[in-house]
């Protein structure tokens, strides 16, 4: 049955990394970087859309239907980048367990100019909506740090969102 509210889950992030995950309590979504090398652009990004809808949509921002399987979410990710033509490489990697349960994921190499990075984004589909998991390799690099990998292999679900009191229900 679809929930209108994430579950909750906890996640560890490395000591050398910083997080908004702190600054906005009521959201399921977060921002982690690596503080030691800012410039570098290696972040660990968690997007949670409710009831069966993508949140990582910024690069073709198509409307998903109500309800998404896993297969679905990566063949919209495939089609999205292929808008870009020569400037990236996909690669459909092998199915994961993220926090226990099935996910799918996609690499893809950007290129510009002299310049390259690794994305790997990384879909679950759940009863409380899409999740979706993006790690970046920071500018100029060709792999992901294995820090980000620590953070996406702790995520876990710990039980479902608390419900609303009768104050926030009236809101």
């Known amino acids: 049955m679809p929930s209108e509210h994430a579950d909750q889950y906890e996640v560890v992030i490395p000591e050398n990394w ?13 921002i982690a970087q690596r503080v030691s090398d800012v410039s570098s652009e290696a ?13 990582l949509r910024s690069e073709g921002g198509d409307e998903i239907p109500r309800e998404t399987s896993l297969e679905e979410e990566l063949d919209r990710d495939m089609k999205s980048y292929a808008d870009l033509g020569d400037s990236v490489k996909l690669v459909v990697l092998p199915e ?47 792999v992901i740090g294995q ?25």
Request: aromatic share 12%; net charge negative.
């Open 43 to 55: 972040k660990f990004h968690l997007v949670h859309s409710p009831g069966g809808k993508s949140g």
């Open 147 to 171: 820090d980000a990998y620590a953070i996406l292999d702790s995520f876990r679900w710990i039980g479902p969102s608390p419900s609303p009191s009768a104050e926030e229900s009236e809101e």
């Open 18 to 30: 910083k997080s908004d995950k702190d600054e906005y309590p009521d959201s399921p979504d977060f």
């Open 96 to 142: 994961r367990e993220i926090g226990g349960e099935r996910a799918v994921g996609l690499r893809v190499r950007f290129i510009h100019g002299n310049s390259s990075w690794l994305r790997e984004e990384w879909h679950v589909v759940r009863h409380d909506g899409v999740w979706g998991f993006r790690l970046t390799s920071g500018a100029s690099r060709d």
